[in-house]
């Protein structure tokens, strides 16, 4: 009886530890997510990309809208802290100048970025 | 003893068919995997199209093809595919008139990944504006780390990086002639004015015809104003521009070099800029052109076709001024 028991929970573990390796490699729902899961680095392109584009077509509720695809809850506030980014890693003052007037469109405007609405 | 081994067994993997549904069921349902800190190769369609669309603008302000390309190899999909979706976008963008640099730059980019269309050849043929650096001295521009998968710490590389060979594709050649190219002289805003007649001179409406100029383009289809014609279509147009028509599927402009002038007015309080009327027929099957590879991706100069009729009262091909009162 005992060892009847013991191979029930051998057989049980052997299974699950199977079932939980396979399911968790190979999920069942799509792997295929949202912006609002991208990496830091890619979130930060993201935004940059936004504030490009929005520097193109000037449709603010569009840039919202791709904004908000990264889960933020102050869009103003995420762009204006990627323009400071943008500063410190030295990026092309036409790069931080868009995400200065996307930030500034949004209501956030930081006084270090200031100097950038321009270029 | 002999008969328990088999037992054992049969009781062992039993045990092991529920506690593997039972891991399954957990790990699908009750647990399942969540992403974070992906790349954009995890995106699903609708965003992975949206991430497209910023690269092309992206591409549009920085103009730069090997940050470009480190973006859309991002989505770690053959290079085939990718130039396939971002030709996809770029027509969508067109067909929502999306402003003329965006448009450019995609038309451009899409160019660049092998995948010209039809709709894109007007953008490339549209001269692109000349690109200032700044005078700020920079940095090597840093571009996202992928995590978790060890890669790729961006820096804007030293020497270029050797670009794809360029397969030219095959460029949809007009199929409408000039027939008659009319300067008006009225009152009321400049216009190209537009006619497009089938071969018996009946007006045919829905043909669509492109204006470019030299920092954007404009897409009108005639029939619009009934009242005019059935194959009447007009823009207004500013003075110093000057402007190109193509008309159809032509992917090349018919007519160049158009300008709105001062025409002399009686009143001088009141200037009068000139018109142009113009108005093409279907070259006849006869004379239509085999399509050959295109120009270069970014032609300077579009040719322009010297259009050869036969003697008609109603065709001329020199322009004429009509003064209407």
New interface residues.
């Given amino acids: 009886m005992r060892?009847?028991l013991l191979?029930?929970?051998?057989?049980?573990?052997?299974?699950?530890?199977?079932?939980?390796?396979?399911?968790?490699i190979a999920?069942?729902?799509?792997?295929?997510?949202?912006?609002s899961?991208?990496?830091?680095?890619?979130q930060?392109?993201?935004v940059?990309?936004?504030a490009?584009?929005y520097?193109?077509?000037?449709d603010l509720n569009l840039a919202r809208q791709?904004l908000a695809?990264l889960g933020a809850s102050d869009l103003g506030a995420q762009v204006a802290q990627r323009g400071e980014e943008a500063l410190a890693?030295?990026?092309?003052?036409?790069?931080i100048g868009?995400l200065a007037r996307l930030a500034a469109a949004l209501g956030a405007r930081t006084p270090t970025l200031a100097p950038y609405l321009t270029q | 003893m002999i008969e328990e081994r088999p037992r054992?067994l049969v009781?062992?993997?039993?045990?092991?068919?529920?506690?593997?549904?039972?891991?399954?069921?957990?790990?699908?349902?009750i647990s399942?995997?969540e992403?974070?800190?992906?790349?954009?190769s995890?995106?699903?369609?609708e965003?992975r199209a949206?991430?497209l669309?910023?690269?092309g603008?992206?591409f549009?302000?920085?103009d730069d093809w090997t940050r470009a390309q480190f973006?859309l190899d991002?989505l770690r999909e053959p290079k085939a595919q990718v130039a396939r979706q971002f030709a996809e976008v770029t027509e969508r963008a067109i067909a929502e008139g999306?402003?003329a640099?965006?448009l450019r730059a995609m038309s451009r980019l899409a160019d660049r990944l092998g995948a010209r269309t039809a709709v894109m050849v007007v953008y490339l043929a549209t001269p692109v504006p000349t690109f200032v650096p700044?005078a700020?001295p920079?940095?090597?521009?840093?571009?996202?780390?992928?995590?978790p998968s060890p890669s790729p710490t961006f820096a804007r590389p030293d020497t270029p990086t050797p670009l794809p060979t360029f397969t030219p594709t095959p460029v949809a050649l007009p199929t409408f002639l000039l027939v008659a190219r009319e300067r008006v002289c009225e009152p009321g805003p400049a216009q190209i004015r537009v006619v497009v007649e089938d071969e018996k001179g009946k007006g045919v409406p829905g043909i669509e015809v492109w204006v470019t100029w030299d920092d954007g383009a404009d897409r009108f289809v005639t029939g619009l104003k009934p009242e005019k014609g059935s194959g009447y279509a007009d823009m207004n147009i500013q003075p110093a521009i000057t402007y190109a028509v193509a008309v159809a599927q032509s992917a090349v402009p018919i007519v160049t070099g158009l300008k709105t002038e001062p025409c002399p007015s009686s009143d001088p309080a009141q200037p009068i800029s000139a018109s142009w009327q113009l108005s093409f027929r279907p070259i006849p099957p006869t004379a239509t052109p085999s399509p050959t590879p295109g120009p270069s991706p970014t032609p300077t100069e579009t040719p322009t076709r010297t259009p050869t009729l036969g003697p008609s009262p109603t065709m001329t091909l020199t322009p004429t001024v009509t003064r209407k009162p």
């Fill in positions: 060892r009847t191979t029930i929970i051998l057989g049980l573990a052997f299974g699950a530890g199977i079932g939980l390796t396979v399911g968790w999920p069942i729902s799509s792997p295929q997510t949202a912006p899961v991208l990496s830091a680095q890619w930060s392109d993201w940059l990309m936004t490009q584009a520097s193109l077509d000037g791709r695809l890693e030295g990026l092309p003052p036409a790069y868009t | 054992a009781v062992f993997l039993v045990a092991a068919a529920v506690g593997l549904i039972g891991g399954l069921v957990y790990a699908w349902f399942p995997v992403f974070t800190a992906v790349e954009p995890e995106l699903r369609s965003f949206t991430y669309q910023l690269v603008a992206s549009a302000v920085e973006r991002a999306r402003p640099p965006m700044s700020t920079t940095r090597s521009v840093l571009l996202p780390t992928t995590s």
